[in-house]
């Protein structure tokens, strides 16, 4: 019998109301995320007023993306040796800091510092992401874990929606000094939320002495290579977002078309932030949708997996034929609704499949290998678009390339998770 909570509008009510500690770390994930996407559609506005580059841009995209990958190893590393809940408090703190030095670019010759603060956020947030992520089923315990990702799932496209959207807008109105300013102050509100959570973390033991040199040494990262090389599963599992990361480049794609043919009332910023909300829309969408079906059953959870890629493929490729905002909408909500399907059960997946002292280290790779295709995939796109390719061209590109991950992950399911489901019959 399988007493996993399944994946419904009541269980995230549920599990919201009656678990104080999650609802803690979920508001601090709502803030801090709409914050970023708050300041995201900023970042790019102001890179094409100052360059009309979409390479400036996708290299801001590969800037919000390859730090996670650098820094991964070592954020696993920390975060399964020292206190998660500690680890994501200080690097709020020092993410509030460095957002508010954006303010002072404005100029293309300052568009080099830009970057650097940049890549400094980023780096911090693979800290944040790897013990958030990990630090989860100590908060919730195994029967929600499903629910539990579903919610940070729809946190995450809530966050697209609602700071896409308002960012465009306050970039319209306000400026974008008064964008970086509330972003600045989310990190805090972030911190706080995380200050007043409490929670036991079995991975820490209180009698064994912090060593910087055993956390940034080589050590512990080629521990979670052979605790990982040891399951061709598991490693199989942590494939998957790196096929997700082909989607990275609609960052790209949606800035340059809907900021050049979907603009709304003469504002390229407000065109750029609809298709994000959208792209939102369908995030939020595809586990409540299919969660019902899916439930708890681990076997029906990976082959969502499959039709989520499938539903990424096919939503670019008539993506890359749209003439009407209407259809770009939905292929928008089509496609990331796909997506929004891959992350959230294979997280739930490797939930179910790591060991707690090894859990920082597999989300961290998890989200690296995600982070390195996403950044190549951005910067490829944006090059692409600046040597004479055009962006539809490319946005048919990605709808095609998301076809390999599919493929891969039906061979995966036919050679190793056929004979897993055979064996673990009664």
């Known amino acids: 019998m399988n007493n996993d909570a399944g994946i419904t509008l009541p269980n995230y009510y549920r599990l919201l109301r009656r678990n104080a500690h999650f609802r803690r770390l979920w ?104 013990a958030r992520t990990a630090i989860l089923p100590n908060v919730v315990g195994h029967r929600d874990i499903a629910t539990a990702n579903a919610v940070a799932g729809t946190t995450w496209s809530v966050s697209v929606t609602a700071g896409a959207a308002i960012g465009g807008f306050v970039v319209a109105w306000f400026g974008r000094e008064t964008v970086f300013m509330l972003n600045s102050g989310s990190f805090l509100l972030s911190a706080w939320f995380i200050y007043r959570m409490r929670v036991r973390e079995t991975h820490v033991d209180p009698d064994t002495r912090f060593r910087w040199r055993e956390v940034l040494g080589f050590g512990p990262i080629v521990e979670g290579f052979r605790y990982v090389a040891r399951d061709l599963r598991l490693a199989s599992l942590l494939t998957l977002k790196f096929g997700l990361g082909i989607l990275g480049a609609r960052l790209v794609l949606v800035s340059v078309i809907g900021s050049r043919e979907f603009a709304v009332g003469g504002e390229p910023a407000l065109g750029m932030s609809l298709l994000l909300v959208f792209q939102g829309v369908g995030s939020l969408l595809g586990p409540l949708v299919l969660g019902p079906f899916v439930g708890g059953n681990r076997s029906r959870m990976r082959w969502a997996v499959l039709a989520g890629y499938l539903a990424g493929a096919f939503s670019y490729v008539v993506f890359s034929q749209a003439r009407s905002l209407n259809v770009a909408a939905w292929t928008m909500v089509v496609a990331h609704a796909g997506g929004s399907l891959v992350w959230v059960y294979s997280t739930t997946l490797l939930h179910f499949s790591t060991d707690d002292r090894f859990r920082g280290r597999v989300f961290a790779a998890d989200f690296a290998l995600f982070m390195v295709t996403a950044s190549v995939a951005s910067y490829s796109c944006g090059w692409a678009i600046d040597h004479a390719v055009a962006a539809r061209t490319a946005a048919l590109g990605v709808g095609l390339a998301m076809l390999l991950p599919a493929a891969a992950w039906t061979l995966s399911l036919r050679l190793l998770w056929r004979t897993h489901d055979e064996t673990a019959k009664p």
């Open 27 to 130: 508001l601090a994930q709502l803030v801090s995320g709409t914050g970023d996407w708050f300041y995201s559609v900023a970042i790019y506005d102001l890179l094409l007023r100052l360059t009309g580059s979409a390479e400036t841009v996708a290299l801001a995209a590969v800037l919000q993306i390859l730090p996670m990958f650098v820094a991964g190893p070592t954020a696993g590393a920390v975060n399964d040796r020292v206190s998660r809940r500690r680890v994501m408090l200080i690097t709020d703190l020092a993410r509030s800091a460095i957002v508010l030095g954006m303010l002072t670019v404005g100029t293309r010759e300052q568009i080099g510092f830009l970057y650097v603060l940049l890549a400094l956020e980023v780096t911090t947030a693979a800290f944040f992401e790897s």
